[in-house]
C-alpha cells in the first residue's frame, strides 16, 4: 500500500489507512537528510495533529487525502500538506472543538513559528506549510560569531590603534550604526507585541472549554513566573552595578535621565489617549494594556469571526518577520558593540560580563530547589526522585536552547519518568509553554537591576514595585532583552545600553531554557497530581 501512495520519491498520498507507512516516509527521508531524531520526531508530531484536525473538520473522514511534499527553498526544508476540501485552519481553535482537538491545537500553537497555513482559492485546496527547523538556531549561532570576533577585534584595537583611531571608530562609526539600528528594532518592536499579545489571548479563547485544568495550569505557572521576577531583581541588586564598564554604556556626551518608572506613572499612563500614540511614543505598557484589552474583546465577541483570528496571526507573522529583517544585523551589531567595549576597556571589561553569567546560570539550581519544594509541599511527591530525573532531562533544554524542540522528549519524560497521564500531559505540557518564562523573567530582571544600580537610578519601593510589574508582564510575552530599549530609557538609562549585552543572550539563554522546561514540568505534575492522574509507582521507580 505504501508503494501505491507514494507518488514520488518527494510525495506521498496520506489516508488513514496508510498513516503509519506515511510516518515512516517521513522518518526515511529526513534519515536520507542526516537530520537529527528529535527534529524526525518532531515533524512526525506536527504531521499527525495537522492531519488529524484537517480530518476530523473535513466532509468524508474515511476518504480523507492529503497530499505531503518536500521542498527547499534556500537550504531551508520544509513539508507541505495539501488536502481539498472547505476552508479550514487546523492552526487556530474554533468554539466547537472537543477536548481531544484542544489537545493537538496546543502542540501545534507551541511550534506555531514553523507552522503556515495558506489557502488556494482557485482548487479549494488547504496548505499547512512545516519548516524542518525551528527558525532562529543559525541567527544564535551567528551572534555568538559576533560576539568572539568582536572580542578579538577590541583586543586587537585596544593594543594596536592609536588614541585618534579610536575615538573616530567609536564617534562616527559605532555610535551612529549602534544609533540606528536602536530606532529601527524600536520602530518594529512595539507593533510585534501588540499582535503577539492578541495571538496569545485569542488562542485561549476556548478558556472556558479547558475550564480547573486550564487554569490550574495558568495559576502555577503565572505564580512562578512573578517569583522569578523578584528573585532576579534581588539578585541584580545584590550584584550592584557595573560601573567599571559605564563610560562604554554612553553614547557620546550622554548621562542617564532621572527614573520615570513610578507606580503613578503606571497607573495614570498604563491607558492611552489615543490608539496611536502608544507606537508612536513606542510606550510598551500602554502596548501591552491595548493588546490585552483589544484581545480580550475579540475573545468576548460572538459569531463567526475566524477572518479575524487569521487576521491576527497573519499581521503577528508579518511583524514578527518585519523583527526578524531588522535583527538580521544583529550579528553585526553584537560584533561592533563587543569590539567598541573591549577597545575601550580592555580585557577587564571580560570579567564584569563573567560576573553577569555566573549570576544567570545560578539560576538553574535555585530553579531545582524551588520546584522540588513544589513537589514536596504541595503535590506530595518525593521532592528527591523528581531532583534525581529533572537534573539529568535538564541537559537536553540546557544544550538546545530551545523550549519547542524539546517538546516531545518533554511529553515523553512527563509521561514514562513522572507517571502524568498521557492525555493531561499532551495539554498541560503545551499550554504551559505560554507562561513558564521563568528562565526569561529572571535573566531580563537581573540584567535591568544591575543596569539601574550601574547608572544610579533612584532604588525606593515604587521603583522596584514599577519595574515588578513591568518585567512581569514583559516576561509573559516571552520576548528577551530584544524588547527592552524602550522600558530601559522609562528608567532612565540610554536604550543603547541593552546593545553590549544582546549577544550575551544566546548563553543567557541556555540555563534560561532548562528553567523554562522544568518549570513547565513542575507545573504540569502539580496540576496532575491535584486531578489525581500520576501514577506514583511509576513517579517513584528510578
Request: charged share 15%; proline share 4%; with cysteine.
Given at each position: ?524 505534575l502539580l496540576v496532575a497530581k491535584q486531578e489525581g492522574q500520576v501514577d506514583e509507582k511509576v513517579y517513584n521507580s528510578l
Amino acid at each position: 500500500m505504501a508503494d501505491n501512495a507514494r507518488i514520488s520519491g518527494s510525495q506521498f498520498a496520506m489516508t488513514m489507512e496508510n498513516f503509519s507507512q506515511a510516518m515512516e516516509w517521513i522518518a526515511d527521508s529526513l534519515a536520507g537528510e542526516k537530520v537529527e531524531q528529535h527534529e524526525i520526531y518532531i515533524m512526525q508530531l506536527l504531521v499527525e495533529e495537522s492531519f488529524l484536525r484537517l480530518a476530523k473538520h473535513s466532509n468524508n473522514q474515511a476518504d480523507f487525502c492529503v497530499n505531503l511534499s518536500w521542498h527547499s527553498k534556500f537550504k531551508r526544508l520544509s513539508l507541505v500538506m495539501s488536502a481539498k476540501g472547505e476552508a479550514y485552519n487546523p492552526l487556530l481553535v474554533l468554539p466547537e472543538d472537543t477536548e481531544d482537538e484542544l489537545s493537538g491545537y496546543a502542540i501545534l500553537s507551541s511550534h506555531r513559528k514553523r507552522l503556515k497555513y495558506a489557502r488556494r482559492r482557485r482548487d479549494g485546496v488547504n496548505n499547512v506549510t512545516i519548516l524542518l527547523h525551528e527558525p532562529g538556531n543559525q541567527e544564535v549561532r551567528n551572534i555568538l560569531t559576533g560576539l568572539v570576533l568582536g572580542a578579538a577585534m577590541g583586543i586587537f584595537l585596544h593594543y594596536a590603534a592609536g588614541a585618534q583611531t579610536k575615538i573616530w571608530l567609536e564617534d562616527g562609526v559605532i555610535e551612529p550604526i549602534q544609533s540606528m539600528f536602536i530606532s529601527a528594532l524600536m520602530m518594529a518592536i512595539a507593533p510585534m507585541i501588540f499582535f503577539s499579545v492578541i495571538s496569545g489571548i485569542s488562542s485561549m479563547s476556548y478558556s472556558s472549554n479547558i475550564g480547573r485544568i486550564g487554569w490550574r495550569v495558568v495559576f502555577w505557572s503565572l505564580g512562578k513566573l512573578a517569583f522569578y521576577v523578584i528573585i532576579g531583581i534581588l539578585a541584580g541588586y545584590l550584584v550592584g552595578g557595573m560601573t567599571d564598564i559605564l563610560p562604554a554604556l554612553l553614547v557620546g556626551d550622554q548621562a542617564a535621565v532621572d527614573s520615570s518608572l513610578t507606580l503613578r506613572s503606571l497607573i495614570t499612563g498604563i491607558v492611552p489617549g489615543n490608539v496611536i500614540s502608544p507606537f508612536a511614543n513606542n510606550n510598551i505598557m500602554q502596548t501591552l494594556f491595548l493588546a490585552c484589552f483589544c484581545g480580550f474583546i475579540l475573545n468576548k465577541m460572538e459569531g463567526p469571526l475566524e477572518w479575524a483570528r487569521e487576521g491576527v496571526n497573519f499581521m503577528n507573522r508579518f511583524t514578527m518577520n518585519v523583527v526578524q529583517m531588522v535583527t538580521m544585523l544583529l550579528p553585526f551589531l553584537v560584533f561592533i558593540s563587543m569590539a567598541r567595549m573591549v577597545m575601550k576597556m580592555g580585557l577587564g571589561v571580560l570579567l564584569t560580563y563573567g560576573k553577569l553569567l555566573l549570576v544567570i546560570a545560578l539560576g538553574m539550581p535555585l530553579c531545582f530547589i524551588v520546584s522540588s519544594v513544589l513537589i514536596g509541599v504541595i503535590a506530595r511527591l518525593s521532592p528527591v526522585i523528581f531532583l534525581q530525573k529533572t537534573v539529568r532531562f535538564s541537559a537536553l533544554p540546557f544544550s538546545t536552547c530551545n523550549s519547542s524542540a524539546c517538546l516531545p522528549a518533554t511529553l515523553q519524560f512527563c509521561e514514562e519518568k513522572l507517571g502524568i497521564s498521557e492525555r493531561l500531559s499532551k495539554f498541560s505540557v503545551p499550554v504551559g509553554m505560554q507562561f513558564n518564562m521563568d528562565g526569561i523573567a529572571y535573566y531580563v530582571s537581573v540584567v535591568s537591576m544591575m543596569l539601574a544600580c550601574t547608572f544610579s537610578v533612584t532604588i525606593d519601593a515604587d521603583f522596584l514595585f514599577s519595574l515588578f510589574c513591568v518585567e512581569f508582564l514583559m516576561a509573559m510575552t516571552g520576548v528577551g532583552l530584544i524588547v527592552m530599549p524602550p522600558v530601559l530609557e522609562s528608567m532612565g538609562i540610554p536604550g543603547t545600553a541593552v546593545m553590549h549585552f544582546i549577544g550575551l543572550e544566546p548563553l543567557m539563554d541556555m540555563p534560561g531554557t532548562a528553567q523554562n522546561v522544568v518549570g513547565n514540568i513542575t507545573s504540569a505534575l502539580l496540576v496532575a497530581k491535584q486531578e489525581g492522574q500520576v501514577d506514583e509507582k511509576v513517579y517513584n521507580s528510578l
